[in-house]
Nanobody, 123 residues
Framework: VQLQASGGGLVQAGGSLSLSCAASGRTFSNKIVGWFRQAPGKEREFVAGIAWTGVTSYVDSVKGRFTISRDKAKNTVYLQMNSLKPEDTAVYYC??????????????????WGQGTQVTVSS
């Protein structure tokens, strides 16, 4: 599976951005898709994930602000980010994992990665 992440940019605190992760080669159909982020000097962090069943999972810091969704017809997963904060600034990556019993939050469980897209939130 080849993944293409897009939609990053510069936004003021309180603003919104929508990220997209498009798959090619194979479909997402039965895979878990996750969004991760990595800020300078920090480890890659799980942000949100969605299973093929539609079940979702979020890190506590984005609950109520971010929404992950998928469009099976377009083979695309989205991350809608609202009420952005400066601490959300990072490179955001999408990744795909085999169908697991739970949505993995560890990067090593994901075997396909997109190239990353920069999100910068100014104060």
């Amino acid at each position: 599976v080849q993944l293409q992440a897009s939609g990053g940019g510069l936004v003021q605190a309180g603003g919104s951005l929508s990220l997209s992760c498009a798959a090619s080669g194979r479909t997402f159909s039965n895979k878990i898709v996750g969004w991760f982020r990595q800020a300078p000097g920090k480890e890659r962090e799980f942000v949100a994930g969605i299973a093929w069943t539609g079940v979702t999972s979020y890190v506590d810091s984005v609950k109520g602000r971010f929404t992950i969704s998928r469009d099976k017809a377009k083979n695309t997963v989205y991350l809608q980010m609202n009420s952005l904060k400066p601490e959300d600034t990072a490179v955001y990556y999408c990744a795909a994992a085999p169908p697991l019993a739970v949505i993995a939050t560890t990067p090593s469980r994901y075997n396909f990665w997109g190239q990353g897209t920069q999100v910068t939130v100014s104060s």
